[in-house]
T-cell receptor
Framework: EAQVTQNPRYLITVTGKKLTVTCSQN?????MSWYRQDPGLGLRQIYY???????DKGDVPEGYKVSRKEKRNFPLILESPSPNQTSLYFC????????????FGPGTRLTVL | QQQVKQSPQSLIVQKGGISIINCAYE??????FPWYQQFPGKGPALLIA?????SEKKEGRFTISFNKSAKQFSLHIMDSQPGDSATYFC??????????FGPGTRLSVLP
């Protein structure tokens, strides 16, 4: 079954405590993205990767890091989380040049106290 | 120039009615315009999409209308059902790369 998985699904943490949200896809997609979803703002892209070792900033990259060492994995790192990073996060992937193949993960709800 | 505007923010429709959601964009490099449907607790899922070389695409009860000169596109849901109650996002994408999403429309279909 084609899928994008994210872990954890829910996370409550405190300001400044480093955390990583994992994302993995089993479709051999080149393109992977991280989005955050906030009420009234829709989905905003944080970072994206066009292939292994190729990453770039999206619209709201401040406070986040990513890496793409393997094609299937694209972890999101918050090195010093702050309350304004409380949000719902989605990972997505698609085949390069075939945007109709985009799949989203189930989401990670993060609360930073 | 990257922004995609979407209206209305919320929509209430009676069962059997027509739901219409509108979007507008500025970037002429966009060449793919999808609509995503999201149910509570789930990730968005592709509903229907259109390329700018056609003005309309229909899949079952869902239709996209596209006006290239006005840089606008809309989603029409015919014979709306309570099961269609969800949040709908329009999006735009240039050359199969980065997606830009609208802020979303929460649709409620009353039984």
């Amino acid at each position: 079954e084609a899928q994008v998985t994210q872990n954890p699904r829910y996370l409550i943490t405190v300001t400044g405590k480093k955390l990583t949200v994992t994302c993995s896809q089993n479709m051999n997609h080149e393109y992977m993205s991280w989005y955050r979803q906030d009420p009234g703002l829709g989905l905003r892209q944080i970072y994206y990767s066009m292939n292994v070792e190729v990453t770039d900033k999206g619209d709201v990259p401040e406070g986040y890091k990513v890496s793409r060492k393997e094609k299937r994995n694209f972890p999101l790192i918050l090195e010093s989380p702050s309350p304004n990073q409380t949000s719902l996060y989605f990972c997505a992937s698609h085949r390069a040049s075939f945007p109709d193949t985009q799949y989203f993960g189930p989401g990670t709800r993060l609360t930073v106290l | 120039q990257q922004q995609v505007k979407q209206s209305p923010q919320s929509l209430i429709v009676q069962k059997g009615g027509i739901s219409i959601i509108n979007c507008a964009y500025e970037n002429t490099a966009f060449d793919y315009f999808p609509w995503y449907q999201q149910f509570p607790g789930k990730g968005p899922a592709l509903l229907i999409a259109i390329r700018p070389d056609v003005s309309e695409k229909k899949e079952g009860r869902f239709t996209i209308s596209f006006n290239k000169s006005a840089k606008q596109f809309s989603l029409h849901i015919m014979d709306s059902q309570p099961g269609d109650s969800a949040t709908y996002f329009c999006a735009a994408c240039p050359y199969g790369q980065n997606f830009v999403f609208g802020p979303g429309t929460r649709l409620s279909v009353l039984p």
